[in-house]
T-cell receptor, first 112, second 116 residues
Framework: AQSVTQLDSHVSVSEGTPVLLRCNYS??????LFWYVQHPNKGLQLLLK????ATLVKGINGFEAEFKKSETSFHLTKPSAHMSDAAEYFC??????????WGAGTKLIIKP | NAGVMQNPRHLVRRRGQEARLRCSPV?????VYWYRQLPEEGLKFMVY????????ESGMPKERFSAEFPKEGPSILRIQQVVRGDSAAYFC??????????????FGPGTRLTVL
């Protein structure tokens, strides 16, 4: 069975400092992994995806994530936080064409 | 291009009433997915539909919930005789097809259902 654990429900960083949102997954198969972002009162937007190509994946808005099979992790990072990054971030795993298993989400708070 | 449209954005129902949630996919997309998000939780898959067909409803509660995606018009998620536990955000997503290894799902803004 697949599962996703987002290790922090809230992360607070100062503007201009690095962001790290942690995600661990469990999957019997070679998974596809995603990060989605949800801004308040808006839909969900795909930030980036890993589908068995390069282990370091670059996404939109300066975010990137590294797939580490030995650690079963797919942490999301950004070198320098911007106020507009404040949102909720979801780590997602899939081993099929359509079934997505979602983490509980991490709320990112940016301090001025 | 318009994205996935969902309406209403907010819906309030009393216990025992019916809730009808609508989803218009991205133009040209023939696959629709419904998810439910309870407070402080991630999304949970409910059902996957193609035009006029239910492909996978393994996440749907066995009673009171139904979904359709007719040949013409939006996809509808219907909840009969709502209870307080149905209060949640319901998200619809669409994708173009199954040609690639992964079909990116494009999400709508969600419908927030409140049952009084």
């Amino acid at each position: 069975a697949q599962s996703v654990t987002q290790l922090d429900s809230h992360v607070s960083v100062s503007e201009g400092t690095p962001v790290l949102l942690r995600c661990n997954y469990s999957s019997s198969y070679s998974p596809s992994l995603f990060w989605y972002v949800q801004h308040p009162n808006k839909g969900l937007q795909l930030l980036l995806k890993y589908t068995s190509a390069a282990t370091l994946v670059k996404g939109i808005n300066g975010f990137e994530a590294e797939f580490k099979k030995s650690e079963t992790s797919f942490h999301l990072t950004k070198p320098s936080a911007h106020m507009s990054d404040a949102a909720e971030y979801f780590c997602v795993v899939s081993n099929s064409n359509y079934q997505l298993i979602w983490g509980a989400g991490t709320k990112l708070i940016i301090k001025p | 291009n318009a994205g996935v449209m969902q309406n209403p954005r907010h819906l309030v129902r009393r216990r025992g009433q019916e809730a009808r949630l609508r989803c218009s996919p991205v133009k040209g997309h023939s696959h629709v997915y419904w998810y439910r998000q309870l407070p402080e939780e991630g999304l949970k898959f409910m059902v996957y539909l193609q035009k006029e067909n239910i492909i996978d409803e393994s996440g749907m509660p066995k009673e009171r919930f139904s979904a359709e995606f007719p040949k013409e018009g939006p996809s509808i998620l219907r909840i009969q005789q709502v209870v307080r536990g149905d209060s949640a955000a319901y998200f619809c997503a669409s994708s173009p097809g199954m040609e690639s290894d992964y079909n990116e799902q494009f999400f709508g803004p969600g419908t927030r259902l409140t049952v009084l």
